[in-house]
C-alpha cells in the first residue's frame, strides 16, 4: 500500500480570541490517496476553508499533524511552508482567481515562474496543459475574452501545470453552469486518474458525488462520516 500524498491526524484549529474565539476544526484524521477523487461535502460555514488552507499549507493546526508527501509541517516557518505548497499543492478557486491584463497561456506560465521555470520549456509546458484541459485554442485571449467554463479550464491547467501531487478545489463549480460544472468535475477526476494525484473537491452540491471516489462529510468543524459511492454495497460509515 503506497503512503498517502497528505496526512492530517488530529487537526484542530482555534480562530480569534477571547469571546470572539472559534474552535473551527475540532479533532480531524484525514488521508487523501493518489489517483482518488475525494468530495468533501458540507453545510456553510462547517470548517471547510479553514480544513483546505491547513492542508494547503497556508495555515499550521493548532493542535495535531500534517505530513504532505512524507513531509510534516509541524514547526514549519512562513517559508518552509511556501517550499511545500509550490513543490506539492495546486489550488482551483470558486472565483477563478485569473490575472486580467494576462492571457491565458501566461497566467498558466504564472504557477511555473514562481518556481523558476522559464523560457521555451515552460512555454511548451502552458501549451501541453490548455490542451488536455480543452482551450488550447484559447492561449492567446485574456480572462474577459473567455467564458466562465473556458476561465476555469484555464485555473484548473494552471493548477495543475507544475504537476503537484495535491490538487485542492474550493467550490470550483459553483460559478458555472450544470453542464459546465460536470466538465469541470470530469478534468479534475481524470486528473486523479491518469496523472496519479490526490484531488479534493469541496462542494455542497450533492449531484457532483458521481464523480467522486470518496465522500467526505464534515460538520461544525468535524468529520461526521464518508462513504465510497463506487463501492459495491457503499454505506456511509460515520466518524464518531
Do not use: W
Request: charged residues 25%; contains cysteine; aromatic residues 2%.
Amino acid at each position: 500500500m503506497t503512503e498517502p500524498i497528505i496526512e492530517a491526524h488530529n487537526v484542530s484549529k482555534t480562530l480569534g480570541a477571547g469571546p470572539a474565539q472559534v474552535e473551527a476544526l475540532k479533532r480531524v484524521d484525514l488521508a487523501l490517496n493518489g489517483g482518488e477523487l475525494t468530495v468533501l461535502m458540507e453545510p456553510s460555514g462547517s470548517g471547510k476553508t479553514t480544513l483546505l488552507s491547513i492542508l494547503g499549507c497556508m495555515l499550521t493546526p493548532t493542535e495535531g499533524t500534517v505530513r504532505v508527501c512524507g513531509v510534516s509541517t509541524q514547526s514549519a516557518g512562513a517559508e518552509q511552508l511556501a517550499k511545500i505548497r509550490r513543490e506539492h499543492v495546486g489550488f482551483v478557486f470558486q472565483s477563478f482567481h485569473l490575472f486580467p491584463t494576462l492571457t491565458a497561456d501566461e497566467n498558466v506560465r504564472l504557477a511555473l515562474d514562481v518556481r523558476r521555470e522559464r523560457g521555451v520549456e515552460a512555454k511548451a509546458k502552458a501549451r501541453k496543459v490548455l490542451a488536455e484541459v480543452g482551450v488550447a485554442h484559447k492561449m492567446a485571449a485574456f480572462p474577459r475574452e473567455l467564458s466562465g467554463g473556458e476561465q476555469q479550464r484555464v485555473a484548473i491547467a494552471r493548477a495543475v501545470v507544475a504537476e503537484p501531487s495535491l490538487v485542492l478545489a474550493d467550490e470550483p463549480t459553483a460559478a458555472l453552469d450544470r453542464v459546465n460544472g460536470k466538465a469541470m468535475m470530469g478534468i479534475l477526476a481524470a486528473i486523479a486518474k491518469k496523472q496519479g494525484r490526490a484531488v479534493l473537491v469541496v462542494s455542497h452540491d450533492a449531484r457532483l458525488s458521481g464523480f467522486a471516489d470518496r465522500i467526505v462529510h464534515i460538520e461544525d468543524g468535524m468529520l461526521t462520516g464518508e462513504e465510497r459511492p463506487h463501492s459495491y454495497g457503499h454505506k456511509l460509515r460515520s466518524s464518531a
